[in-house]
């Protein structure tokens, strides 16, 4: 349960938030006094809390919370993951698919809790790379399976919208840790798991 104090905290830093989007408003030469736009500072601020989630989100307890012992050997992959980012370099979109696989080691996570973590990192500032990196790391980190995969695939609107302009093109990432960097057959596998059928 929140105190007074923390209440307060957040009620200031809304209100810092919301003075500031529409201080920004105000420099692109808008009218921020206008019926449409009134609210506007308000809203901006509670979606920015809430598309920076992640950052009040711990992903190795969400995953240390949901591990247990069991002997299972075979790969364990959740894929299709969907999920929404801020690019932090233009504070603009990107979102896509998130492929997750691991071979367990003695251990298991509850399955929704892979898609969980996927959230908590995605719900940051981020860059494609980076992201996909740490939810490897992780899963490596807490339930010390044999081996990672993750494969992201994104749209990025900072690429579509503004600079090159390019409506079409995806971005795809990966990060292969363990048995999936060091078995060719393991991370092929994982790879025609996640392949897309384009003639459908």
């Known amino acids: 349960m929140k105190t007074k104090l923390q209440m307060q905290t957040k009620s200031k830093s809304n209100l810092i938030l919301e003075q500031s989007v529409k201080r920004i408003l105000q420099e692109l030469g808008m009218d921020s006094e206008r019926e449409g736009l009134v609210k506007t500072p308000k809203r901006v601020a509670e979606s920015l809390r809430f598309l920076t989630r992640g950052y009040r989100e711990d992903p190795s307890q969400i995953l240390l919370k949901a591990a247990f012992s069991e002997k299972y050997n075979q790969m364990v992959l959740v894929k299709d993951i969907d999920f929404y980012s801020l690019c932090e370099h233009h504070l603009l979109p990107f979102y896509g698919k998130c492929h997750v696989a691991y071979i367990p080691n003695g251990k298991v996570v509850g399955l929704s809790k892979l898609p969980r973590v996927v959230n908590a990192f995605a719900r940051r500032l981020q860059v494609q790379e980076r992201l996909t990196q740490e939810i490897a790391s992780a899963i490596e980190t807490i339930i010390k ?46 790879l025609s798991f996640i392949r897309r059928d384009v003639s459908k």
């Not at 494969?151 to 093109?169: D, P, S, W």
């Not at 078995?183 to 994982?190: A, D, I, M």
């Open 145 to 190: 399976p044999r081996g990672v995969g993750v494969v992201i695939e994104a749209f990025h609107l900072c690429m579509a919208m503004r600079g090159v302009e390019k409506q079409n093109a995806y971005a795809t990432t990966s990060e292969m840790l363990g048995i999936f960097e060091s078995h060719e057959r393991t991370r092929l596998e994982f």
